[in-house]
């Protein structure tokens, strides 16, 4: 029996593990919803996310969050995993954390959301590729079935299905995650990048950047239509089971267990991501961040860079692809 892959996962990291946010697709409008036939029932999706945990729980890590050293004669680099939404009460600091950052000269994040570009580029690159710009609703979109779940889920939040019809399926995924994760405690503003930028931009450092918002956008907004509606469908039947499984991937990244997040995450055989979502939101990205910090070896100095944790773990993390091109990394 085929293994069920549980899609809605990507809508938590995309919360917790990676920015929220992330062409052409495939049209759906003449209400052709046959793959909602073959839907797995919510047992099916936590029975494989439990065997999943299984595995991770048998391995452990330091009892801290994973870094990574590149070095070259005149440059260091450190490389941090990191969460983006956490619960304002985990203690997760450590001093050589503290040290890497504090002598870092530059910080270079995913992206860009603080400068006054980056809003504009939010607001049209961003929610503009969300929306439906050829007069099709989510609702047109989703069969009967997968309505049914999705309005559900909506309500549950306090939004009504109705404010969200003008999105397409993975923005309207990404939304629901967000709003039941902040809603059970956890803060963007409790996030690894918020306390970094903070702290970085006091002391008046360098920021760089690995892609654009419409780079990362498109990591989902450019997947078949048929794969953001299951993804908006599981993410809408897990919802209530949302702030667990995060929980679960926060304790891997605060204990270091890198092949714990692999497991669950990080692996074309996990249960984070189908092979198209694992394609897009992970390996892509990964490969198209390791030219630039490759470059960054030509400028001397301290450099720290922090991404999402699940791009550093796994068979085709950015750690891997910089150990396979020759790279002496530093780390786990």
């Known amino acids: ?136 609703t989510l609702r047109g979109v989703l069969s009967d079935e997968d309505e049914e779940v999705v309005s559900a889920a909506f309500d549950s939040v306090g939004m009504p299905l109705d404010a969200v019809d003008a999105f397409e399926p993975w923005m309207a995924s990404v939304n629901l995650g967000m709003m039941k994760l902040v809603a059970d405690g956890y803060d963007p503003n409790s996030g690894v990048e ?31 239509e048929a794969e953001q509606i299951s993804m908006l469908y599981e993410s809408a039947l897990l919802l209530d089971e949302s702030p667990r499984m995060l929980d679960v991937l926060v304790d891997e990244w605060a204990d270091g267990d890198i092949a714990g997040i692999a497991a669950l995450v990080a692996s074309p055989d996990g249960v984070g991501f189908s092979d198209s979502v694992y394609e897009s939101v992970l390996v892509e990205r990964n490969r198209n961040w390791v030219p630039q910090i490759e470059a960054l070896l030509a400028e001397p100095g301290q450099v720290f860079i922090a991404v999402g944790a699940g791009h550093l773990a796994g068979p085709d993390s950015v750690i891997t692809m910089l150990r396979d091109k020759g790279y002496e990394v530093e780390g786990p």
């Open 1 to 136: 029996m085929k293994k069920t892959r549980i899609k809605f996962a990507a809508t938590v990291l995309s919360a917790g593990l990676f920015l929220a946010a992330c062409g052409s697709q495939q049209p759906s409008g003449t209400g052709d919803h046959s793959d909602a036939e073959t839907r797995p029932s919510k047992d099916q999706l936590l029975a494989d996310f439990d065997a999943a945990l299984a595995v991770a729980e048998a391995t452990s890590g330091p009892g801290f969050p994973a870094m990574w050293t590149l070095a070259d004669e005149d440059t260091e680099i450190h490389i941090f995993g990191t969460v983006h939404l956490l619960r304002p009460e985990l203690e997760w600091r450590t001093d050589a954390f503290d040290s890497a950052l504090s002598s870092a000269d530059k910080i270079v994040f995913e992206v860009d959301l603080k400068s006054e570009a980056a809003q504009r580029a939010f607001a049209t690159d961003f929610f503009a590729r969300g929306m439906f710009q050829d007069g099709r």
């Open 194 to 224: 918020t306390v970094i930028e903070t702290e970085a931009a006091a002391a008046g450092k360098t920021f760089g950047f690995l892609e654009t918002i419409s780079q990362q956008s498109d990591a989902f907004d450019l997947l078949p």
